[in-house]
């Protein structure tokens, strides 16, 4: 639990003191690891708003040791506006349901705070106990699930977590004549934290999806692609993406398959055309089959 509320729809950040570190004064920690803050987190510790797991507030020069958990709101980034809506299309007492756009992150990660389905949510929704069951890429846009009970949330993301959520996707893509559809792509999907990209490796399958052409569409420059329906059994990170760049079909868009190409942050020109377009269950507390339709649509 954290000792800090959260600040404007934005959860408090901790930070666990390295071994190294024992010994040294906060302000050395923080000065080191987070250099040119020394004056934001000397207002900050003036302000009460820098404390320990038991809410004691600390100084720059409080000393620390190792393992020490130390609660603080981070320095928001200058960050570009990702201007598309992110209408709802369904809240309950334990629920809310939106049409995520593309660009928009799902929560907080790196330079992307505000600019993120969560804190925007918390902010227009005023709800700051607002919890995502589960996530999708930035890049990817379609129905999101989040839960306004705490209490409920372990129950919906074990929905995902099991499989027993049905997510149905939409893609634009290449057309191939050789390639034999529908099929299930299989294969082990491994992703390292602070690289971009996953890979398929050798091993026991832990990805599994299916894909099926659905209609083929012809953009405004004549060029014919085919709109794909996807079925992912599991989630692994970029799965889909990556399934179709195996099949020599590469989602149109896509900055990182089959091979990562340079993006200008804020250049919402080439958006990948991915689209979580449906998500259906049986509600875990009342046994009601529930099913949400993405009102967006892929452009070519």
């Not at 003036?46 to 404390?51: E, F, H, L, P």
């Not at 100084?59 to 393992?67: E, G, K, Q």
């Not at 868009?253 to 020109?269: A, I, K, T």
């Amino acid at each position: 639990m954290a000792p800090l509320p959260l600040r404007d729809g934005v959860d408090p950040t901790r930070l666990v003191i390295a071994d190294e570190e024992s010994g040294l004064t906060l302000g050395e920690v923080l000065g080191a690891r987070f250099p040119g803050t020394e004056e934001y987190v000397a207002r900050e510790s003036a302000a009460g708003s820098v404390v320990g797991s038991d809410g004691i507030p600390l100084t720059p020069s409080t000393p620390v040791r190792a393992r020490q958990a130390v609660w603080m709101y981070r320095e928001l980034p200058d960050e570009i506006e990702v201007p598309f809506d992110l209408p709802v299309l369904h809240q309950d007492e334990r629920i809310v349901v939106v049409d995520k756009p593309h660009f928009l992150a799902t929560m907080p990660r790196g330079a992307r705070v505000v600019q993120s389905a969560l804190v925007r949510l918390r902010r227009e929704l005023g709800e700051p106990r607002l919890s995502p069951a589960h996530r999708l890429d930035r890049l990817t846009a379609g129905v999101l699930l989040l839960t306004r009970d705490p209490a409920a949330r372990g129950h919906y993301q074990q929905l995902f977590a099991t499989g027993a959520a049905r997510k149905e996707y939409c893609a634009l893509a290449p057309l191939r004549e050789d390639l034999v559809l529908p099929a299930v792509v299989e294969s082990r999907i491994e992703k390292t934290p602070g690289i971009m990209r996953a890979y398929e490796v050798p091993g026991p399958v832990n990805a599994r999806s299916h894909v099926e052409l659905e209609a083929e569409s012809t953009g405004p420059d004549g060029v014919t692609v085919g709109r794909y329906r996807l079925r992912p059994e599991t989630g692994k990170t970029h799965q889909l993406r990556l399934h179709m760049a195996r099949l020599g079909v590469p989602i149109l868009g896509d900055p990182l398959y089959p091979e990562q190409r340079e993006v200008v942050d804020g250049d919402f020109s080439d958006p990948l055309r991915l689209l979580a377009r449906s998500l259906a269950f049986s509600d875990p507390f009342d046994g009601a089959e529930r099913v949400f339709v993405s009102g967006r649509d892929l452009v070519v």
